[in-house]
C-alpha cells in the first residue's frame, strides 16, 4: 500500500479537527437531547423554575419553529435546512486545520443535528416535529442547549472571519507577504559572505550568463581575432 511518502501526497495534517469536530458535535447533541428529555419530564405541569430573577428561568415550550421559537410554523423547512447545513458542515470539515474552524464547525453540526432529532422523531410527525425549548430568557424567546451552540459558533466564525482566519489554519494575504519577504535581500546579511558568495561564483557560468553572440573585449596587448583588424590607437596596432 503505497503511502504519503511514497506518493509524494502530503499527509493530512487535518485529521486532529476533524476528529474534534465529530466529538464536539456528539457532546453538543447528547447533552442537549438528554436536557430535553429532562425538560419533558420535569416540566410538563407547566411549572416555571426561576434560576437568575427574571432574567433565566425554565419552563417547557414545544417550538414549531426556528431557534428561540422563531418563525413558527415552518418545522419541515427548517428540518430540511438543517440536513442541508450539516451535510455543508461535514464536507468542509475535510479540508480543517484549524482548531477554532473545528470548535465552531462542531458547535453548528451538534446545534443542527440536536434541533432536526426533535423534529425527525416527535409529534406530530416526520419532519414536522415540534422542538423541545425550555430556556426561558426573560420572556423574550426560550431556547435549548442545541440553540446555544448554534449561536456561540455563529460568533467564532464572525471572529475568525474578520481576523481573516482561513479553514486550514492560514491567514488571509499571509502567504502573499511571506513570498514578498523572501525575494527582499536580507539588511541583517553580513556583506564579506555576500561578496564572497559573488567571487564564488564558477566561470562557466559567468560565461554562460553572458547573451548570445557576445563575446569578452581582448585582453591589452593581446592579439585580435582572427579576420579582425586592430583598431587605429589600439594597444598592439601598428603605426
Known amino acids: 500500500m503505497p503511502t504519503p511518502a ?3 501526497l502530503p499527509a493530512r495534517p487535518w485529521s486532529r479537527s476533524v476528529l474534534m469536530v465529530w466529538l464536539l458535535a456528539a457532546a453538543v447533541i447528547l447533552i442537549d437531547q438528554l436536557t430535553k428529555v429532562w425538560a419533558v419530564a420535569a416540566l410538563s ?5 426561576r434560576l437568575l430573577g427574571p432574567w433565566l428561568s425554565l419552563v417547557l415550550l414545544r417550538n414549531p419553529g426556528a431557534a428561540f421559537s422563531f418563525a413558527t410554523g415552518q418545522t419541515w423547512l427548517f428540518a430540511l435546512i438543517a440536513v442541508v447545513v450539516s451535510g455543508i458542515v461535514v ?3 475535510r479540508r480543517l486545520a484549524s482548531t477554532w474552524w473545528a470548535l465552531a464547525l462542531g458547535l453548528v453540526l451538534g446545534g443542527a443535528v440536536g434541533n432536526l432529532v426533535d423534529r425527525l422523531v416527535r409529534s406530530p410527525g416526520f419532519l414536522r416535529g415540534r422542538v423541545i425549548d425550555f430556556l426561558d430568557y426573560g420572556g423574550h424567546f426560550v431556547g435549548n442547549i ?7 459558533a455563529a460568533g467564532i466564525v464572525m471572529v475568525l472571519s474578520i481576523l481573516g482566519v482561513n479553514l486550514d489554519g492560514s491567514r488571509v494575504g499571509k502567504a502573499a507577504e511571506t513570498a514578498s519577504s523572501a ?5 541583517d546579511a553580513d556583506p564579506a559572505e555576500v561578496e564572497d558568495t559573488a567571487e564564488a561564483r564558477d566561470p562557466a557560468e559567468v560565461r554562460d550568463a553572458a547573451p548570445v553572440g557576445s563575446s569578452p573585449d581582448p585582453a591589452p596587448g593581446a592579439d585580435p581575432a582572427p579576420g579582425r583588424e586592430p583598431q ?8
Open 45 to 49: 405541569d407547566g411549572s416555571r423554575v
Open 232 to 239: 587605429a590607437g589600439a594597444p598592439g596596432a601598428g603605426a
Open 91 to 93: 464536507w468542509v470539515s
Open 146 to 152: 442545541a440553540d446555544i451552540a448554534i449561536v456561540v
Open 183 to 187: 525575494q527582499e535581500p536580507d539588511p
Open 6 to 8: 511514497r506518493t509524494g
